[in-house]
């Protein structure tokens, strides 16, 4: 008969209007992090995620394209070692 798996921490349970209102508290209101986070009963390191997450989005918004740097493939049907980027594919 198998174990029944038991979680071991609470991370990440809360709900997302609690973490909202912990960042709230952390952004606005200049509390700190770890006193944030015990006040709502959530872990500071998911805080601190969600935190993080938040300011990304903030500045970087999801409609504003995102320019990544691609490395070089290397192409069988070129000449034997050539190698280019994909920018030059399209």
């Keep these: 008969m ?7 921490t609470n991370r990440g349970m809360a709900s997302k209007e609690i973490y909202e209102l912990a960042s709230e508290e952390v952004m606005l209101r ?7 986070a015990t006040s709502y ?10 935190i993080k997450n938040k300011r990304m989005k903030a500045i970087r918004p999801s409609n504003h394209p995102q320019l990544d740097i691609i490395a070089p493939q290397c192409l069988p049907k070129r000449k034997k070692n050539h190698c280019v980027n994909t920018f030059d594919l399209l």
């Design 2 to 8: 198998p174990n029944e798996y038991k979680r071991k």
């Design 41 to 50: 009963d959530i872990n500071h390191t998911s805080l601190y995620r969600y």
């Design 30 to 36: 200049n509390k700190s992090l770890r006193d944030a």
